[in-house]
């Protein structure tokens, strides 16, 4: 595995598939999903030109920041959080990616509060209905939206979705297309300045080119980069 041609072979299909659906190539962030890579491998890829580190696990995340392994990059949290480990990551990370409940949402909102900031957040939504899956169902979305927009410490940037893996290419598209469609909802129903609901963080090893299509301003990459994964234990 060469890491470095990786991020150069990522980067560049994801610049070819932003302006093959006529977007600036530059309106999509490449964030690396670095669960189970050593610090090591953290640095080598932020050395390779990644800006962006996604973490799912708040172990993993508080050590590579022990271990300063993010220097040079931005880290954002894209794993299930349970509202317990809210110290761990409320500052510590650019943004939240993965809220999906009102009680996280106000435990992340207090956390925020007593550090003095403002945490960019963004609603994970559970778009295939999937019983496995986190993320609130879309037809709770607007009342979260609006419970995080009451919040004074977050700032709702956007949102987030996993759908299933997909079987073919193209499979879904459906699902990108949905969640592109919630966003403008969210946006048309916001009475003030909304001009920093901007973020889809959508698309994986998979099928991120699918998600870039439909409006992706984050894609999420992991095995693309750092090559497959040992099998997991469940997240949680
Ligand atoms: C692991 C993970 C990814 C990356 O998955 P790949 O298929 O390896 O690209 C993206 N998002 C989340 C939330 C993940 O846990």
Redesign the pocket.
């Known amino acids: 595995m060469d890491l470095s041609q990786n991020v150069k072979a990522v980067q560049d299909r994801i610049a070819a598939a932003a302006r093959a659906a006529g977007r600036d190539p530059a309106s999509v962030t490449l964030c690396a999903?670095t669960?189970v890579q050593t610090d090591e491998m953290v640095r080598a890829a932020v050395a390779a030109g990644i800006r962006v580190c996604?973490e799912?696990r708040v172990q993993e995340l508080t050590a590579h920041l022990a271990a300063d392994a993010y220097a040079g990059a931005e880290v954002h949290f894209?794993?299930h959080l349970q509202t317990n480990k809210v110290r761990q990551v409320v500052g510590r990370v650019a943004l939240i990616?993965?809220v999906d409940s009102e009680r996280l949402l106000r435990a992340i909102d207090a956390q925020a509060d007593k550090l003095g900031i403002i945490q960019d957040i963004l609603l994970e939504v559970n778009i295939a209905r999937e019983e496995s899956k986190g993320g609130i169902l879309p037809e709770q979305l607007p009342a979260l939206a609006e419970a995080a927009l009451s919040c004074p410490h977050v700032r709702l940037r956007g949102l987030m979705a996993?759908p299933p893996v997909a079987a073919l290419p193209g499979d879904n598209r459906k699902y990108f297309a949905g969640m592109r469609h919630f966003l403008v909802d969210i946006i048309g129903k916001m009475s003030d300045n909304h001009s920093v609901v901007d973020c889809l963080s959508m698309g994986?090893?998979?099928d991120y080119e699918d998600a870039i299509a439909e409006g992706a301003t984050l894609v999420?990459?992991?095995?693309?980069?750092?090559g497959p994964?040992p099998p997991m234990s469940p997240?949680h």
């Open positions: 999903a669960k996604g799912n894209i794993g990616h993965s996993i994986m090893s998979g999420r990459v992991g095995t693309a980069l750092f994964r997240a």
